[in-house]
């Protein structure tokens, strides 16, 4: 028996066609999770689909625009309609460009806190509406490192992924004893092709691995694993915690 194994599980994953979300897409669909792949736009969610089934893989894909709320709701009925229900969401949408804290503006911190932070919020509790008369769910939230410890020029970024932890416990302590358990993961920076300018310029790529006593950068198995477990039935009693998936960063 593989305690950590999700094959059958509905899982919905948000911002699921690019970055870190289109790697937990391919991790879970080949571990057999019937995944519900959410993506901001049609084309992208087309692409998606295509790419999967021309490797012989398959996943629903949906598109909505998460920063606006009143798509969340529907969004979530119509995945449990097609699936038959909705067993863990990966809150993985969000976004992130460094801004000095000078120049932010008003667009500039909406803008990230509706996705980051309260799109996050919207869908966990439209997945826990679906979760809660069961009496089973799993809810992990996508943080960073960056959740708690300050990085130059992203405090917008920063304070969203803080407020997404504190969020974590606040559900966690709501939900948990219902049996919808809520986690987070927290992961350091990880090569991909929103990441890819940045860590290609080698003084920036040197100056964060100087900052990671393992030595590398995080990549999606790392990540994944550490959903997978976190989705998995065996971790009731990490309820309310965030994993800190970044070789160390966060320990000096």
């Given at each position: 028996?593989?305690e950590?194994d999700?094959?059958?599980k509905?899982?919905?994953?948000?911002?699921?066609?690019?970055?870190i979300?289109?790697?937990?897409?391919d991790?879970?669909?080949?571990?057999?999770?019937?995944?519900?792949?959410v993506?901001s736009?049609?084309?992208?969610?087309?692409?998606?689909?295509?790419?999967?089934?021309?490797?012989?893989r398959?996943a629903?894909?949906y598109?909505?625009?998460?920063?606006d709320?009143?798509?969340?709701g529907?969004?979530?009925?119509?995945i449990?309609?097609?699936?038959?229900?909705?067993d863990?969401?990966?809150?993985?949408?969000?976004m992130?460009h460094?801004?000095?804290?000078?120049?932010?503006?008003?667009?500039?911190?909406?803008?990230?806190?509706d996705l980051n932070l309260?799109a996050?919020?919207?869908c966990?509790?439209?997945?826990?509406?679906?979760?809660?008369?069961?009496?089973?769910?799993?809810?992990?939230?996508?943080?960073?490192q960056?959740?708690?410890?300050?990085?130059?020029?992203?405090?917008?970024?920063?304070?969203?992924?803080?407020?997404?932890?504190?969020?974590?416990k606040?559900?966690?302590?709501?939900?948990g004893?219902?049996?919808?358990?809520?986690?987070?993961?927290?992961?350091?920076?990880?090569?991909?092709?929103?990441?890819?300018?940045?860590?290609d310029?080698?003084?920036f790529r040197?100056?964060v691995?100087?900052?990671?006593?393992r030595g590398?950068?995080?990549s999606?198995?790392?990540?994944?694993a550490?959903?997978?477990?976190?989705?998995?039935d065996?971790?009731?009693?990490?309820?309310?915690?965030?994993?800190?998936?970044?070789?160390?960063?966060t320990?000096?």
């Amino acid at each position: 028996m593989n305690e950590f194994d999700i094959s059958g599980k509905v899982m919905v994953i948000t911002g699921a066609t690019s970055g870190i979300g289109r790697g937990l897409v391919d991790y879970f669909v080949d571990h057999g999770g019937l995944v519900a792949a959410v993506g901001s736009r049609e084309a992208t969610a087309a692409q998606l689909r295509t790419e999967l089934e021309a490797s012989g893989r398959s996943a629903h894909t949906y598109a909505a625009d998460l920063r606006d709320v009143l798509q969340i709701g529907p969004l979530f009925d119509q995945i449990a309609e097609d699936l038959g229900r909705i067993d863990i969401l990966v809150n993985n949408a969000g976004m992130g460009h460094p801004i000095p804290a000078i120049e932010v503006t008003p667009d500039d911190w909406d803008t990230m806190m509706d996705l980051n932070l309260r799109a996050s919020f919207f869908c966990a509790q439209a997945a826990a509406r679906h979760m809660l008369p069961r009496g089973y769910g799993r809810i992990v939230n996508m943080s960073s490192q960056l959740s708690v410890v300050a990085n130059q020029d992203e405090v917008v970024y920063c304070a969203s992924k803080g407020g997404l932890n504190q969020m974590t416990k606040v559900l966690a302590l709501e939900w948990g004893g219902q049996g919808v358990i809520v986690t987070g993961v927290a992961p350091t920076f990880a090569y991909t092709p929103g990441t890819a300018e940045r860590l290609d310029t080698p003084s920036f790529r040197d100056d964060v691995l100087a900052k990671i006593p393992r030595g590398r950068f995080a990549s999606i198995i790392d990540i994944a694993a550490a959903v997978q477990y976190l989705a998995s039935d065996v971790s009731e009693m990490a309820n309310g915690s965030t994993l800190m998936v970044d070789g160390g960063w966060t320990i000096v």
